[in-house]
């Protein structure tokens, strides 16, 4: 049993300094000062000079930079109305999409099912060519609304397959009684299933959510003044000014949206896991 | 309420809401506005995307006259496609074989239950979790030509680099491309640990005690009893894997823009650089169309084994 546990802790353990070992560098670059950052014969990894109240030796100057001398929570507010707005248009479709696919239609439904979520496979890098004279005709290039327009595009097919596994889990007697007790099926729907679904329905508006952030390519051709950016394309397009890189204030607006998004996703983890398996793969 | 609102019904709603109750009319009035708005913004471009390649459209224009294949026999005969294809299938196979091995084994342990697991399993989900652009900067940084940490590491603590002339990750050709590779396998790698995790929690305990039983342990139950079962499994994350790497555009294009030289130049990026910089509209999207024959090939599998899987 120990050795087991010793096995456990030898494989896990350096998995997981290898692929935190990045956010583990961009923590300590973010407080270094300049003189100790660019000098290749002090240790990176400590803040030098080395001595036991370490903060001493660090500096909180660039993370005030980039949150005072930058458009950067400009990006953060643009990134949380974009995300708000797309995933309330998302629920808007993926919500009854879902339940369909898992409840009311037959085998064609499971063909269905996968046919949404193929869409999900075609990748922005094969629209966003057509998509971009689309998007200046309409008169949209350079605004939030361009991306409000084509993010679902991802987001319903990638949610509707969650929703769907997730309603699945959901036991269908309890809809039966529902029925049986003369509610219609749209206010069984909004009232029993939906209710039940609450921590499922969370985890897709916190998956929609983070693949919003995460895009990258629609928001990069389609908005081109600064203040209009996303963080994702923000923070490398706008932060890095010619040759010259601030390393620590890039780094600091790194790594807070990454701590962010990597709790959440892990207290989301295992329902994530339940709504993606029960779609088919069961 | 209903009781209430039941004498109130004229025969005429009383049938309309009858119909609403039939499943067959129910679930595609609940469907059809997720797969209109589905055609009108993914079906639609596509579609274009497949005219405009068989025009000369330029930047900025919907239309453009009829040129056939040119476009795409255009594009197969520069050298800098065949880079792009050639690093598009490398950077993909690549980076999924890393992301395979590494999954297995570390899903393996994972689904254990360990003290600091909560931990544990946050550290390895970061690289997914976050937004891949910005982590993409923060691999820049490590790769930094004066002060990679890695660099640093391996030249004052290992000894194994020289200090005065360390490797240019990102300024070599060979090294940058296995850069690109690197960064990849390390993002789409927690997400393979995720789908390998669901798909461990799917087998049932009885195989476990069947398993111990016959006596197989260790790495013969890993290997006889595990691994087996968890195929179906594993083919779906290399699937995904193999699209959201053939696909990808941000990783690349943050780290070396398709340089030094074009030598990181896959299918995404190639096409950009023609299709938005260079404004020939009609070529990039030849470009990105050649991708589509392994995406179709791909999605084809998922469908086969989703419907193996829903049978078994």
Redesign the interface.
């Given at each position: 049993m120990l050795r087991?546990?010793l096995?456990?802790?030898l494989?896990?353990?350096p998995?997981?300094?290898?692929?935190?070992?990045?956010?583990y560098?961009?923590l300590v670059?973010m407080f270094k000062d300049d003189l100790d950052?660019?000098n290749?014969e002090n240790?990176?990894?400590v803040y030098n000079p080395l001595q036991w109240k370490f903060w001493e030796s660090a500096t909180t100057k660039h993370v005030e930079y980039v949150f005072r001398d930058t458009p950067y929570t400009d990006w953060i507010v643009n990134t949380l109305i974009l995300g708000a707005v797309v995933v309330a248009v998302t629920l808007?479709?993926?919500l009854?999409?879902g339940?369909?696919?898992a409840r009311?239609?037959g085998s064609w439904?499971?063909t269905?099912g996968?046919g949404?979520f193929?869409?999900y496979?075609?990748?922005?890098?094969?629209?966003?060519?057509?998509?971009?004279?689309?998007i200046?005709?309409l008169g949209l290039h350079d605004s939030l609304l361009a991306l409000m327009?084509?993010y679902?595009?991802f987001t319903?097919?990638f949610s509707?397959w969650l929703l769907m596994g997730f309603f699945k889990t959901i036991p269908q007697e309890l809809e039966d009684a529902a029925l049986v007790d003369?509610c219609?099926?749209?206010k069984a729907l909004l009232r029993i299933v939906f209710p039940i679904s609450l921590p499922g329905i969370l985890t897709v508006v916190i998956f929609a959510f983070?693949l919003c952030?995460?895009e990258?390519?629609y928001a990069f051709?389609f908005i081109s003044s600064s203040e209009n950016r996303t963080?994702?394309?923000g923070?490398?397009n706008e932060l890095i000014r010619g040759d010259v890189?601030f390393?620590q204030s890039?780094?600091a607006?790194?790594?807070i949206?990454?701590?962010v998004?990597?709790?959440?996703?892990?207290a989301f983890?295992d329902r994530?896991?339940k709504g993606?398996?029960g779609g088919?793969?069961? | 309420m209903?009781a209430e609102a039941a004498p109130r019904w004229t025969p005429g709603t009383r049938r309309w809401?009858r119909v609403?109750?039939d499943?067959r009319v129910?679930?595609?009035?609940?469907?059809a506005?997720?797969?209109i708005?589905?055609a009108l913004?993914?079906g639609v471009?596509?579609g274009?995307?497949i005219y405009?390649s068989l025009t000369d459209a330029i930047?900025?224009?919907?239309t453009g006259n009829w040129v056939g294949f040119d476009n795409f026999t255009n594009a197969w005969s520069d050298d800098n496609f065949q880079k792009a294809l050639r690093n598009t299938l490398v950077f993909t196979f690549g980076s999924q074989a890393i992301v395979l091995v590494?999954a297995a084994?570390?899903a393996h342990?994972?689904i254990?239950d360990?003290r600091g697991k909560?931990f544990?399993?946050?550290?390895?989900?970061?690289?997914?979790?976050?937004?891949?652009?910005?982590?993409?900067?923060?691999?820049l940084?490590?790769f930094?030509s004066?002060?990679s940490?890695i660099n640093?590491t391996l030249g004052?603590v290992l000894h194994v680099v020289d200090?005065n002339d360390p490797p240019q990750w990102l300024g070599r050709p060979n090294l940058a491309l296995l850069a690109v590779i690197i960064v990849h396998a390390?993002r789409i790698?927690?997400f393979a640990v995720?789908?390998f995790?669901?798909?461990l929690?799917?087998i049932p305990s009885e195989v476990d005690d069947a398993a111990r039983i016959d006596g197989a342990t260790g790495i013969k139950k890993l290997l006889y009893v595990t691994l087996p079962l968890q195929l179906?499994?594993a083919l779906?994350a290399l699937l995904f894997g193999i699209?959201f790497t053939a696909?990808?555009?941000?990783v690349v294009?943050?780290l070396t823009q398709g340089g030094p030289f074009n030598s990181t130049q896959m299918l995404?990026t190639w096409?950009?650089q023609i299709?938005?910089n260079s404004g020939s509209?009609g070529e990039?999207?030849a470009i990105?169309?050649y991708?589509?024959p392994l995406?179709a090939a791909?999605?084809i599998a998922?469908?086969f084994f989703?419907r193996r899987?829903?049978v078994s």
């Open positions: 087991r546990k096995t456990t802790y494989v896990v353990t998995f997981a300094i290898v692929l935190a070992f990045p956010f560098w961009m670059t950052l660019y290749v240790v990176p990894y808007l479709f993926a009854p999409a339940y369909a696919l009311l239609s439904g499971q269905a996968i949404i193929l869409v496979l075609i990748p922005p890098t094969l629209l966003f060519l057509p998509l971009s004279p689309v200046a005709r327009l084509v679902p595009s319903i097919p509707t003369g219609s099926r749209i983070s952030v995460n990258f390519i051709t963080i994702s394309t923070v490398p890189f390393w890039l780094m607006a790194t790594l949206p990454s701590i998004l990597a709790l959440l996703y892990n983890l994530f896991i993606f398996t088919a793969f069961r | 209903e809401r609403l109750e499943r129910l679930a595609p009035l609940l469907i506005p997720a797969v708005f589905m913004v993914v471009p596509f274009w995307s405009l930047g900025g224009s919907l590494g084994i570390l342990y994972l254990r360990f909560w544990i399993r946050f550290l390895i989900i970061l690289p997914w979790a976050a937004p891949v652009a910005l982590a993409t900067l923060g691999w940084w490590v930094d004066l002060f940490v640093w004052h200090t390390w790698l927690p995720v789908i995790l669901a798909g929690a799917s179906p499994i779906v699209v696909a990808d555009f941000t294009y943050v995404t096409s950009f299709g938005i509209l990039g999207a990105s169309l991708l589509f995406l791909v999605s998922m469908l989703a899987a829903q």
